[in-house]
């Protein structure tokens, strides 16, 4: 009899810093290392590239790790699902802890190279292995990964199926279930179905949006929306200015052929659209104009707008960093009037992104519209749909996968508790076969 331990390591007391730890028997696989960038944002000048693991795990802005040493076993392989910061943003700072292989989708491989060139602090040299969707790797003699197709808000995003002797356990953090997605196949639905068919023995799920009810929207909504609005505004002849996720690369192609459908030129601006950009464009399934204008340092970006403000505010489309409001990023530097751009009465700002409800963005979110609306600025906002899975999006996938165990994570107890409560509607009792994990627990599943 094997057995299977599943260890919260982090992100299942807050949203953000995800790692869970898989054990069987003595065999460990890591699934994410990420990290809670509002706990670094709090302090002014810090510099996470040359902090130590030790200081950011004290900040709370990495996952504890240090509980690893009580765990009895080796770690064979880390895992990341997706290249979103709170799954690998923790990898520069932990994973040369691990002598195991990072395994990942071929974009997501790309953003963690990216992290490990800039980290200043640690040499990390694990192996980096590139696994497509749809395909397996065998990490042991009797443990093989399944990366299996879903969507969520950045691309190349799978869960991570793992086959032990005891049945599959599947990690399923992020997602959303979108049947009409832009960008990568819609999730693989038939092979989920089949999994749930051929026994699992335990689902870790991601749980921040359960309380929101109804399904999400595909991303071809949020198409529609960007489409109606920059397209659909009279005022041909005023600036426009559209700020979106950077890694959110299906959303800033639909804003960009919105821009071109409105006669506008699309322009990337910002540091992180730059690294985005980069790493979108090395992947084949990704096309970009070949006209489109990227700048992505501070020098390149304020000649950018001085050429804009030249050539005529009305035949630009500036695709910006800053929906949170972030000091320094372009749209609130925009608003402080610290470029060369300048926005005047009736000038559009359109937010395809949702405020990331932390006290902090709401705080710079809401100095940020109101230097704007003291400019004369028409405010769009909401122009944008989630890329995690709601409520019923949830009921559908537990009972596709109808595993014996469902962990909820990624939330605080008000979310992981709320889809425990869902899970009750579906027949499983809390502490039995629904469990709810704090950082730093484990459980033995049998
Ligand atoms: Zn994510």
């Known amino acids: 009899m094997v057995e299977i331990g599943i260890i919260a390591v982090g992100g299942y007391n807050e949203v953000g810093r995800n790692m869970t730890a898989i054990r069987i028997d003595k065999e460990i696989v890591i699934m994410d290392m990420g990290i809670r960038l509002d706990r670094v944002q709090i302090h ?17 802005a990495i996952p504890d790790d240090t509980i690893m040493n009580q765990i009895d076993g080796n770690v064979i392989a880390i895992v990341c699902t997706h290249g979103h910061l709170d799954h690998i943003g923790a990898i520069p700072k932990l994973a040369h802890r691990y002598r195991a292989p990072i395994i990942a989708t071929p ?16 040499r990390i040299d694990n192996l980096l292995i590139r696994l497509n969707a749809g395909e397996t790797y065998r990490i042991s003699e009797r443990i093989e990964l399944e990366f299996i197709r879903v969507q969520h808000s950045i691309p190349d995003c799978v869960f991570a199926a793992l086959r032990t002797p005891e049945g599959a356990i599947l990690y399923a953090n992020d997602f959303k279930i979108d049947r009409y997605p832009i960008l990568n196949d819609p999730l693989d639905e038939n092979r989920l179905r089949r999994l749930g068919k051929e026994g699992v023995l335990a689902m870790i799920v991601e749980s921040t949006r359960v309380d929101v009810n109804g399904k999400t929207p595909s991303e071809t909504v949020a198409k529609d929306l960007v489409m109606d609005v920059i397209t659909g505004i009279g005022d041909a002849d005023t600036g426009m200015v559209v700020t979106t996720f950077s890694s959110h ?11 071109k459908k ?24 990704i096309k970009f104009p070949d006209d489109l204008i990227v700048a992505a340092d501070r020098r390149q970006i304020d000649k950018t707008l001085k050429q804009i403000m030249s050539e005529g505010k009305e ?3 500036p695709i910006v960093t800053g929906h949170q409001g972030e000091p320094g990023a372009i749209l609130p530097r925009i608003a402080d009037g610290n470029t060369p751009y300048e ?12 405020v990331i409800p932390t006290p902090l963005n709401e705080a710079n979110r809401y100095s940020l519209e109101t230097k704007l609306r003291m400019k004369g600025t028409r405010i769009y906002t909401g122009i944008h749909v989630s890329g995690h899975a ?7 996938l537990m009972k596709m996968i109808n595993a014996t165990h469902v962990i909820p994570a990624h939330g605080s107890l008000s979310m992981t508790g709320s889809y425990a409560e869902l899970a009750e509607e579906l027949g499983y009792v809390l502490g039995e076969d629904v469990h709810l994990l704090r950082n730093g627990q484990e459980i033995t599943l049998r």
């Open 315 to 317: 035949k630009f489309l």
């Open 262 to 285: 409105s006669g506008r030129k699309p322009v990337l601006l910002g540091r992180s659209m730059g690294r985005y950009f980069e790493v979108a464009r090395k992947m084949d399934y």
């Open 249 to 259: 690369t299906a959303r800033i192609l639909s804003i960009i052929e919105a821009a």
């Open 107 to 122: 974009f997501t491989i790309e953003l963690i190279s990216q992290q490990l060139k800039s980290e200043r602090k640690f």
């Open 343 to 354: 926005v005047e009465k009736g000038d559009k700002v359109i937010f395809s992104a949702a």
């Open 390 to 396: 709601a409520r019923e999006d949830h009921w559908e």
């Open 44 to 60: 002014e000048d810090v510099e996470i590239e040359r902090m130590h693991s030790l200081d950011l795990i004290q900040m709370g």
